[in-house]
């Protein structure tokens, strides 16, 4: 069959690199892809938001699968246009319908969707600019820090935790009052803080049957030491050595299963990957946060350590037969570090010639923002590339990621050499 993947990062490099490995694929495009995706599948110049000319591509190559990557096309409904329409509504499109789509695109969504599934969360309120005065008042109801959040998206900034009460105050105020996130802070969630260790749950479902894929540690900061500004992501780790057997039942049995029912329940009809942010607070597991998409980096660890046929489980969702699927997972960890561009996540320069890349054995080069120019490979984003390795434990993965680092180059390179630190 013929496959589209929607979108420009790592995280599609690494879709578009095992759909490539199956038999099944025969003509693989990428919307509109990288320098990576360019040397394994044909990438299209169409954006993610522009249903109609992905509708044109879809036709025109006869695609039969479409897999979403970024959140953005679910939340504006991509899916919900392809079963709208008469020519495109049997193609398997792997991604929730806008509603489902809603427990990213809106945290006080998600947060109601948690309590009336009474899934494990931190308590919360939601507050508008109408309601500021009471905002302020639950404020002081609360110990520090203090957890703001914007409720729509903001591209993985709306997130404040503030120590002192009148700078959460005032931030409040700026979120509400002053737009500080734009619409996406017309409304704030506040919430409780939690108190523990992050890591992520990835779960596939077709909307009856699931599957609890490997779990992923992602490193955000973009300093060591998890200090200085938010990422989208500056390396991960697969599995998370501190979830055990016996944290990973309570975290299918609290979180995973109630979150499938509740999607059946609340009829919201979901094709596709759920993304579980999570929190291990002692020994028990709390949901910080959905995504309706897989992570990134953390899809260039966990789909290279899925050993199964990616056509056939995306086919199985198709067919709402996903129980039928023999999930296998690779024993070894994996791990990634990302490149990035010096001064992201603030303001970097594009252009920089990537150099050592034929030079690279025993790890994978996903290629995020990184493009083809004049026949060489140049950065075109924050996020460059993202080095994956395998390895019988983490440090021995971390030493071979790190190994062909050391032969790659282009200017203003940064990456964090302290990926695992915590663990
Ligand atoms: P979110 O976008 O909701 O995932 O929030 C971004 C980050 O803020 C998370 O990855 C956590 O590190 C942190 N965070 C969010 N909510 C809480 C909370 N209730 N308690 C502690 N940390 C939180
Ligand atoms: N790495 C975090 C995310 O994809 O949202």
Redesign the pocket.
């Known amino acids: 069959m013929n496959i589209l993947v929607l979108g420009s990062g790592g995280r599609e490099h690494t879709f578009a690199w095992k759909l490539a490995q199956s038999d099944k694929c025969k003509n693989l495009y990428v919307a509109p892809g990288n320098s990576g995706t360019a040397e394994i599948a044909k990438n299209l110049d169409v954006s993610v938001n522009d249903f109609e000319a992905i509708k044109k591509a879809v036709l025109n190559n006869d695609i039969s699968l479409v897999v979403v990557g970024p959140e953005d096309p679910l939340v504006n409904g991509i899916h919900d246009f392809f079963l709208r329409d008469e020519r495109l509504k049997n193609v398997n499109v792997i991604g929730p319908q806008k509603a489902a789509a809603q427990l990213e695109g809106s945290?006080e969504v998600a947060k109601e969707f948690l309590y009336r599934h009474n899934i494990p969360t931190?308590a919360y309120q939601s507050f508008t600019k109408d309601n500021l005065e009471e905002g302020f008042t639950f404020l002081e109801t609360l110990k520090p820090?203090y957890?703001l959040?914007a409720d729509g998206l903001a591209a993985?900034k709306?997130?404040l935790?503030l120590e002192d009460l009148d700078q959460a105050k005032d931030e409040l105020r700026n979120m509400l009052v002053d737009s500080k996130f734009g619409a996406a802070s017309e409304k704030v969630v506040i919430?409780?803080?939690?108190?523990?260790i992050?890591l992520s749950c990835f779960v596939l479902t077709d909307g009856k049957n699931y599957k609890v894929l490997p779990t992923a540690k992602d490193y955000?900061r973009i300093g060591e030491g998890d200090t200085g500004l938010?990422t989208g992501g500056m390396g991960a780790i697969s599995p998370v050595p501190f979830a055990n057997e016996e944290f990973l039942q309570k975290v299918e049995n609290r979180i995973v299963k109630p979150t499938i029912d509740g999607l059946r329940k609340d009829i919201l009809p979901y094709k596709g990957f759920v993304f579980i942010?999570l929190?291990k607070v002692g020994e028990d597991p709390f949901v910080?946060?959905y995504n309706v998409r897989m992570g990134d980096p953390e899809t260039e660890v966990v789909l290279p350590r899925i050993q199964n046929d990616l056509v056939d489980i995306f086919q199985a969702m198709g067919e709402k037969n996903l129980n039928e699927v023999d999930l296998q997972i690779k024993s070894d960890t994996a791990t990634t570090i990302m490149l990035v561009s010096g001064g992201y996540p603030e303001s970097y320069e594009k252009g920089k010639v990537i150099t050592g890349l034929e030079d690279i054995n025993d790890s994978i080069p996903f290629h995020a923002g990184a493009k083809i120019e004049n026949d060489k490979i140049v950065t075109s984003g924050g996020r460059v590339m993202a080095i994956t390795s395998f390895g019988e434990t983490y440090q021995e993965a971390l030493n071979k990621s790190y190994q062909n680092i050391e032969k790659l180059h282009f200017d203003k390179m940064y990456y964090r050499k302290d990926i695992g630190f915590d663990l």
């Open positions: 945290k931190a820090p957890v959040k993985g709306g997130v935790i919430e409780e803080f939690l108190d523990g992050e955000k938010n942010g929190i910080i946060e």
